[in-house]
C-alpha cells in the first residue's frame, strides 16, 4: 500500500466497518471497496487487512499491533500479503497492471498456510482485459481462507464479469454536515468560503479536499483568469503567458486548475452553480460560446496526452493560450 496511508476506519465508513466485521468470516472471498477519490478507502483497506491478519482477531475489533503478523505488516514484509499496483515507474493516467502479476496469484492463493492470506489489487480501473481474465480464474477458484480485495474510484469502469463476483462496499457515502465538520477539525484556520470551495472541488470528499487546501494553484487561480482576461482582451503575447504559466506550475497542476475553471465556465453559461463561488467568472464566459468552451475542454484532455507522450510542455501551453485568445 502507499507508504503515506495510515491504516484508519473513518467517521462516515463506520456503518461498512460493523458490517464487515460483524458478517467474517462469512464474506466473499473478493471484496470491491469503492469511493471517489479522497475518501480513505486505501486507510479502511488497510485498516482491515491488519484486522483479517492479527492473530489476535477475536480478542476485539482492532488489529493488536504487537503480535507476528501485526510486526510483519509495520516491516512490509508479512510473506501472507500481496499488494498489486500499477509499476511504481509507470503511474500515468493510463497505466495498467500486468497479467503477469495476476498470474504469480495462482501458487500463493492455492498453497497451503495457516491463518489467513490477503491481496488487495489498486486500482482496479487498471486492469486490462486480459489481467482480468486471468483474475477470474483466481476468483473462481481460490483456496481456503483468502480474500482478495480491489480498490476503484469507479467500480462501473471494472469489467462486469469481475463486478458480479465480488461483494460491493461503498465508501464514501458521506454527508455534507459530515465533510465539513471533518475538514473544521482538521484545517481550523479555514473560512467558511475557502471550506466551500474545497468541499466543492473535491466532490465533497474531506480527504480529497485537504490535499487540495496544499496545491500550489490554489491562491493562483485569479492571477490566471486575468491573464486570460488579457489573452481575450488584448490578442497578443500568448507566448509570454505560456512561458509564464510554464515556470509557475507544473503542468499537472496547471491542467488542474485550468480544467476546474473551464468546468465553471460551462457551468456559467448553463446556469448551472459554479465550484469556485470565490470567483468572478461571468466576464470571461460572455467572450465565449458554448460550443467554444467544449472544445477548448477537448483540447484539454488531449494535450493531457501530448505530456504524457513526452511532448515539451511549454509547446503544449504555447497551442492552449493561442486557442484561448483566437475567439
Ligand atoms: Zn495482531
Known amino acids: 500500500m502507499q507508504k503515506d496511508v495510515v491504516a484508519q476506519v473513518y467517521p462516515w465508513q463506520q456503518t461498512v ?18 469511493g471517489k477519490k479522497g475518501c480513505g478507502k486505501e ?30 505488516l509495520k516491516s512490509d514484509t508479512h510473506p501472507n500479503y500481496v499488494h498489486i499496483s500499477t ?10 497492471i500486468k497479467i503477469e502479476k495476476i498470474r504469480d496469484l495462482l501458487p500463493f492463493v492455492q498453497q497451503t498456510v495457516d491463518g489467513w492470506r490477503v491481496i488487495v489489487i489498486e486500482p482496479a ?22 480474500v482478495i480485495i480491489l480498490l476503484a474510484d469507479h467500480y462501473l469502469k471494472l469489467p462486469a464479469t469481475i463486478r458480479s463476483r465480488l ?25 467558511q468560503t475557502q471550506k466551500q470551495l474545497l468541499l466543492n472541488l473535491s466532490n465533497q470528499m474531506p480527504l480529497q479536499a485537504m490535499q487540495l487546501a496544499q496545491a500550489e494553484w490554489l491562491n493562483k ?39 476546474y475553471l473551464l468546468s465553471d465556465l460551462i457551468c456559467v453559461k448553463l446556469n448551472q452553480q459554479v465550484k469556485n463561488p ?25 494535450s493531457k496526452q501530448f505530456i504524457e507522450q513526452n511532448v515539451q510542455s511549454n509547446l503544449v501551453l504555447d497551442q492552449l493560450c493561442i486557442k484561448l485568445m483566437n475567439i
Open 17 to 34: 466497518w460493523d458490517t464487515l466485521t460483524g458478517r467474517f468470516p462469512k464474506l466473499g472471498h473478493g471484496l470491491l471497496f469503492y
Open 43 to 72: 486507510a479502511f483497506a488497510q485498516y482491515f487487512l491488519a484486522w483479517v491478519l492479527c492473530a489476535n482477531r477475536h480478542a476485539n475489533n482492532v488489529a493488536c499491533g504487537e503480535c507476528g503478523s501485526c510486526l510483519w
Open 87 to 96: 509499476d511504481e515507474e509507470n503511474k500515468k493516467q493510463n497505466a495498467k
Open 125 to 146: 480501473e487498471a486492469l486490462n482485459m486480459s489481467s482480468a481474465n486471468a483474475l477470474l480464474k483466481t476468483l473462481e477458484e481460490p483456496g481456503d481462507r483468502v
Open 167 to 191: 461483494q460491493h462496499f461503498a465508501l464514501d457515502r458521506i454527508s455534507e454536515a459530515q465533510a465539513g465538520e471533518y475538514l473544521s477539525q482538521h484545517l481550523p484556520e479555514l473560512n
Open 221 to 259: 487561480r485569479q492571477e490566471f483568469l486575468n491573464d486570460w482576461q488579457k489573452l481575450v482582451t488584448q490578442k497578443n503575447m500568448p507566448m509570454a503567458i505560456a512561458t509564464k504559466w510554464n515556470k509557475a506550475l507544473s503542468f499537472s497542476d496547471f491542467a488542474q486548475m485550468f480544467e
Open 278 to 302: 470565490d470567483l468572478d467568472l461571468i466576464g470571461l464566459s460572455e467572450q465565449y460560446t458554448l460550443e467554444f468552451l467544449f472544445t477548448i475542454y477537448s483540447d484539454l484532455q488531449q
